[in-house]
């Protein structure tokens, strides 16, 4: 698990079940995007999002409204999907681009520099180019891959 911001976290399924390291980061909300845990005392969304399929705008709206309000609820909120890699940082880099009006690139960039492993797949930041009318070659997003490495 990556802090993204002091609200916003990114990490695997795998963190979602840890209650542990959930308490020790004071995680007050989750946004779920692999398989549903319910943790007492911790708000939680579930949403199926495909792994390699174009997200779905109402479930990119929904996830990111999710994310925000735990944000003005004063909440730290992780975002997790199976790996951490593909769908989780989508919807971080959404939220950033909402929440600090950032582009759609600097947002990615921001993610991708707290928490190397993210990567999103072709047809979901596709659909978030389109989602939010930005232009952002894929390409630009393997091309920052390749320099972090």
């Known amino acids: 698990m990556n802090e993204i911001r002091p ?3 990114i990490g695997k399924y795998r963190d979602t079940l840890d209650k542990s390291c959930l308490e020790i980061k004071s995680i007050q909300g989750m946004l779920q995007l692999a398989e549903k ?3 007492p005392g911790i708000s939680s969304l579930y949403l199926p999002v495909e792994d390699f399929a174009p997200l779905q705008f109402d479930l990119l709206e929904k996830g990111v409204a999710f994310i925000r ?3 003005r609820l004063g909440h730290r909120v992780l975002v997790a999907c199976g790996a951490g890699i593909n769908r989780s940082s989508s919807f971080c880099a959404a939220a950033l681009k909402e929440e600090e009006g950032l582009s759609l690139f600097d947002a ?3 993610v ?14 596709e659909s978030l180019c389109s989602y939010y009318n930005d232009s952002t070659p894929y390409l630009d997003i393997m091309r920052l891959s390749i320099q972090n490495l």
């Open 112 to 125: 991708k520099r707290k928490h190397p492993d993210s990567n999103p797949h072709q047809p979901i930041w």
């Open 37 to 39: 845990v319910e943790q």
């Open 7 to 9: 609200w916003l976290y």
């Open 69 to 71: 309000e735990q944000k």
């Open 108 to 110: 990615f960039k921001e």
